[in-house]
């Protein structure tokens, strides 16, 4: 069975038990060669829809994608779980292009990445060299970005549509993480994929914890947020270049890990300011839109909005990069209606106005979002169509207790400010007029007036709110412009005259925040040997040149310090450890565990972790039943060479190595047969020099690469070293 299968690769070479949402839905949707749309949030899994469908089609797998700057990730990532990928884009020089298009010719790659103008460049010489080879899907990534009516139109996307033309037979998944009812037709209808099937999944991310703080003395309330969040990973987006500049420069004085990235800077400063934050190096990139459209790292624990974006899905989109693998986050906004003036300036587009007021309209929405008193989930998945329940209990809306009350008295000083000062003043100048602030900025004509100060008693936070409310309700109006003011309208007269009681809102109470509002990792594990871990991690990723959380993800640490493997079978019980990352990463890792339960005298809690598809790592089954490491052993024994089974048994040569080293114990398999006697005195002394390391990785990387991990790995066991 197709799917039987899928699962078996879902956990073999990714390391998951089963499928999420809509996952399994889209992959039997391909596998039938039929085309579809996938909606799915951030960090929910689009990828696998077609990554694990590419290996089981008999071709090419070719991902359109517009980020040249997450390719080289997802290619390093499949590479580590064993799949053949390789990518095409203008980062690469000619003789690594070369490299790849000799590697296609050779049948070596199964999916290949490439931007939308390689793919459709000249006068389609590249869709002429797809055409030499059996291409099996095409996936179609951001596929938002192909609709006008969307918040990041391509111009380049409108020409993917050719490819049905080209490659009528082969199946088209289209995936994206943001499109409202009117982007998904429009993408159906320019990719010519009319009458595909459409999955789509919650938009909920229950993880992420939404709260909103009005813009007052920013740097200050962003200080002390910051502070307390010294050892997470975290974005900061702000508006303009010349903001990101000073802002990282001001938090690196401040003591804070922060590095600034945009479009402004050279292309080797952004990639490397870019690495040093994938890699856990630097803990805050500060940053315009620029970056992070397709940033993998699933270790980010906030991201904050220092400037109002410009729509609900540029929100929902760079919010979702934190948390993506499923632990509590974060997303802080700071609003002020300042901002919602200073965009409007920014959403005409030159000879479009139809374009102009899609994007006007858009930029309305999310200044409702920025003043709204109830749930701040529920408004957000309303917005794509999603119903919800009232309150998640998983946003500041939902931990306050608003009341209603008679704010006729407070309307009609906010009322008479408006008045008495012409209509003239903006909404900062009215609040600091009522509170009779003794700035320069407050003109001494306006000081002699009785309204002057009458509103003394109310926070300014306060009177920035009720104002708000007002016009909301209709009692003041603003205008447009670059200064805007505030003017009375036609319900003002009324209240002024007493004939009219206005309502309005204020916090009563506000509860502790608790935790998750769903689907909540589990938190009580050892924090200790947690870090522990991820010093390992870090190793092994030093080693391999790639960013931690490719080798394990943080959740996958959490569970290790929470259920204490102590084998083989228990650690293949963990998200994210696959077959083959467990041969290369796994036993280090349980060395790490087995010697910290040692020191504090605890056992294994892997009886506490909910079973999914029971599968056990000592009898794991090939296709046909038999034990994948007796097949390995036998035809070792038959004679065939570790690169004759690796190519037969469509392995990879450390998969084969790592059977192997098994029967060494029971003498099955000697040392020579694994290393050439030559090798194993420089392994021995490389194990002795780096005997203090936690790790196979640093090891590996002074040997070099004639050198393999199932090398040093029998050498390590004739030594009595358990790795």
């Not at 996938?38 to 990554?51: E, F, I, N, R």
């Not at 203008?90 to 070596?108: C, T």
């Not at 790639?546 to 259920?563: G, H, K, N, Q, R």
């Not at 019980?573 to 696959?578: E, L, Q, T």
Request: proline share 3%.
């Amino acid at each position: 069975m197709p799917i039987t299968r899928a699962l078996e690769i879902l956990k073999h070479q990714f390391g998951y038990d089963d499928f999420r949402m809509n996952q399994q839905a889209a992959v039997e949707c391909v596998l039938a060669k039929k085309d579809c749309l996938v909606l799915m949030p951030t960090g929910g899994g689009k990828s696998l829809c077609y990554q694990i469908p590419a290996l089981m089609l008999d071709g090419l797998t070719v991902v359109v994608s517009p980020l040249i700057a997450l390719m080289k990730d997802q290619v390093d990532a499949l590479r580590l779980n064993g799949v053949n990928a390789a990518y095409l884009n203008s980062s690469q020089e000619a003789s690594a292009q070369q490299e790849v298009i000799a590697s296609l010719r050779n049948g070596d790659v199964r999916i290949l990445y490439v931007a939308p103008e390689r793919l459709l460049q000249g006068s389609g010489q590249f869709i002429d060299f797809l055409k030499s080879f059996r291409v099996s899907l095409f996936a179609i990534d951001e596929a938002h970005c192909i609709s006008s009516w969307g918040h990041d139109f391509r111009p380049e996307y409108t020409q993917l549509g050719r490819l049905k033309g080209w490659f009528p037979d082969v199946p088209v998944i289209a995936l994206t993480a943001t499109a409202d009812k009117l982007v998904r037709q429009d993408i159906l209808e320019k990719l010519h994929i009319e009458h595909a099937e459409v999955f789509a999944s919650s938009f909920n991310r229950a993880n992420i914890f939404y709260r909103v703080e009005p813009k007052r003395d920013t740097y200050s309330q962003l200080f002390d947020y910051l502070d307390k969040r010294r050892n997470e990973s975290g974005i900061i987006y702000c508006l303009s270049r010349n903001s990101v500049d000073a802002l990282a420069a001001d938090l690196r004085n401040d003591g804070f890990s922060a590095l600034a990235y945009h479009a402004g800077h050279d292309k080797a400063k952004r990639e490397k300011h870019q690495e040093l934050f994938l890699r856990d190096e630097v803990k805050i990139m500060v940053a315009t839109i620029a970056f992070g459209m397709g940033i993998d790292k699933s270790n980010v624990r906030f991201v904050v909005h220092h400037d109002l974006p410009k729509n609900i899905e540029s929100y929902y989109q760079e919010t979702g990069r934190a948390g993506r693998d499923g632990l509590e986050s974060e997303a802080l906004l700071f609003f002020s209606h300042g901002d919602v003036q200073k965009l409007k300036t920014f959403a005409e587009v030159e000879g479009n106005a139809e374009q102009t007021d899609i994007m006007l309209g858009k930029l309305n929405v999310m200044a409702q979002f920025g003043d709204l008193k109830t749930c701040r989930r529920k408004f957000l998945l309303q917005y794509f169509s999603e119903d919800s329940a009232d309150k998640c209990g998983h946003c500041d809306n939902c931990l306050k207790t608003f009341e209603r009350f008679d704010g006729t008295i407070i309307a009609q000083k906010a009322l008479s400010a408006v008045y008495r000062t012409e209509q003239r003043m903006g909404l900062t100048y009215l609040v600091d007029f009522l509170r009779g602030a003794k700035s320069q900025k407050m003109r001494e004509q306006h000081k002699q007036l009785p309204t002057y100060g009458i509103g003394a008693d109310i926070p300014k936070t306060s009177w920035l709110a009720y104002f708000r409310e007002l016009i909301e309700q209709g009692y003041l109006a603003q205008t447009t412009g670059q200064y805007p003011a505030l003017v009375l309208t036609e319900k003002s007269r009324d209240v002024l005259k007493g004939k009219t009681i206005v309502e309005l809102v204020k916090v009563v109470d506000e509860v502790a925040r608790s935790g998750l509002g769903a689907d909540q990792v589990v938190q009580d594990y050892f924090r200790d040997l947690f870090e522990r871990l991820k010093v390992v991690r870090t190793e092994f990723a030093r080693a391999d040149n790639v960013p931690p959380y490719v080798i394990f993800s943080d959740v996958s640490l959490i569970e290790m310090a929470t259920y204490l493997p102590q084998d083989s079978e228990q650690m293949l019980k963990i998200s994210g450890v696959g077959d083959l990352k467990f041969e290369k990463y796994g036993t280090e890792c349980l060395r790490v565990i087995k010697d910290y339960c040692e020191e504090n005298q605890l056992e294994s809690r892997i009886e506490r972790k909910i079973p999914k598809r029971e599968r056990k790592a000592g009898t794991r089954r090939s296709s046909d039943g038999s034990n994948t490491f007796e097949i390995s052993l036998s035809m070792f024994q038959q004679g065939a060479s570790i690169s004759q089974i690796a190519i037969e048994r469509k392995l990879s040569p450390n998969t084969i190595e790592a059977h192997l080293v098994r029967y060494m114990a029971s003498g099955e398999v000697v040392l020579n047969d694994l290393v050439s006697t030559e090798k194993v005195e420089p392994i021995k002394q490389a194990i002795l020099q780096f005997s203090g390391s936690s790790a196979i990785g640093p090891i590996k990387q002074f040997l070099g690469d004639q050198y393999s991990y199932g090398e040093i790995n029998a050498v390590l066991a004739t030594m009595g070293v358990v790795r």
